[in-house]
């Protein structure tokens, strides 16, 4: 629903756009309560627009020295809506096996985020003066944004001769450079750009919370290392389901590394010279090596030792769970 009609309306677009955002972000607290997220959060919402504010604040004067016919103004607004909205929906399939993680349909979320949210701006664009409401190139902006965040199998990883492991995601959009927003690259780079823009910390956390909200029925063994209730076997089967999620921690930041400069191909080589310099400043081959070293991927980690390390990457932070 949009404000009534004792609400002020509008007066200018970034008005429209705080209107909107406001909406968003009450989806994103009714999502996370609804399903128990832990990552596509409202936290998670808002740095992914402080990295695409981060990444457009650096390229914005090499922008207006190349880019014509391009509103900086009116795309800062469509950035930070973009990424305070892209994850808005979140839609799973449970498992049918036990002990699984719940599922992502690939774009599924992101095409129910994108009909909601356009769904909304339509309807407010009905109650507001048309000089201060969404155009249909806004709209276009959001929906090609939104689906830029869309992340899928590499359907070549694992393949022989090939460096990335077989669970490699990646995002397709940033490989088809031709004629690409601006604004949806900028979004694609934030969502994916925790390690390079705020470093191994931060990274490794995202990580734990993934693995919360993918994995409910193992929420509170990881957030209260309590497992004297798990049979011999179950302890089995779950030191395996954290190795799978540490594994996949270290392969996805050797793929960040590996793979940018293909993700940035699309932008000039000084806009390049950059982000690479100044923005993901720590993706690097050391930082890498160093999320190899801190996290525990041997067949011989205890179920114990898996724990504690979850446990110390949440640094003790109360999240949105109680202890049964």
Excluded: W
């Excluded at 931060?202 to 993934?210: A, D, H």
């Amino acid at each position: 629903m949009v404000e009534n009609a004792n609400s002020k309306m509008p007066s200018t677009f970034a008005e429209t756009v705080r209107l909107v955002e406001k909406y968003v972000l009450t989806e994103i607290e009714r999502e996370t309560a609804k399903k128990q997220l832990y990552y596509h959060t409202v936290a998670h919402a808002l740095a992914v627009k402080r990295r695409a504010n981060f990444i457009f604040q650096a390229l914005e004067p090499v922008l207006k020295q190349e880019t014509h016919l391009f509103d900086f103004g009116r795309s800062k607004h469509l950035l930070d809506l973009c990424a305070i909205a892209h994850d808005m929906v979140q839609n799973f399939v449970e498992s049918t096996k036990l002990h699984s993680p719940r599922k992502r349909p690939v774009g599924v979320s992101e095409r129910a985020t994108t009909a909601k949210l356009i769904r909304y701006i339509r309807d407010l664009n009905q109650k507001v003066n048309y000089s201060v409401g969404f155009t249909s190139a806004d709209l276009s902006t959001i929906e090609e944004s939104i689906a830029a965040t869309i992340c899928d199998r590499d359907p070549l990883a694992g393949k022989t001769n090939y460096s990335f492991s077989k669970h490699s995601i990646y995002q397709p959009y940033l490989y088809n450079s031709e004629q690409n927003s601006i604004v949806a690259q900028i979004i694609a780079l934030a969502d994916l750009g925790t390690l390079g823009i705020d470093g191994i910390e931060s990274y490794l956390r995202e990580g734990v919370l993934i693995l919360l909200e993918d994995n409910p029925d193992l929420v509170e063994l990881v957030l209260y290392r309590d497992g004297t209730y798990l049979t011999t076997n179950s302890k089995r089967i779950t030191t395996i389901r954290l190795l799978n999620m540490t594994r996949f921690m270290v392969d996805l930041a050797r793929e960040r590394y590996t793979r940018f400069p293909q993700e940035i191909i699309g932008f000039s080589d000084r806009a390049k010279q950059i982000l690479q310099d100044r923005v993901f400043k720590n993706l690097t081959l050391e930082n890498v090596r160093e999320i190899e070293r801190l996290t525990p991927t041997s067949t011989d980690s205890s179920l114990a030792e898996l724990l504690d390390f979850f446990s110390e990457k949440l640094n003790g932070e109360s999240l949105q769970t109680t202890k049964k």
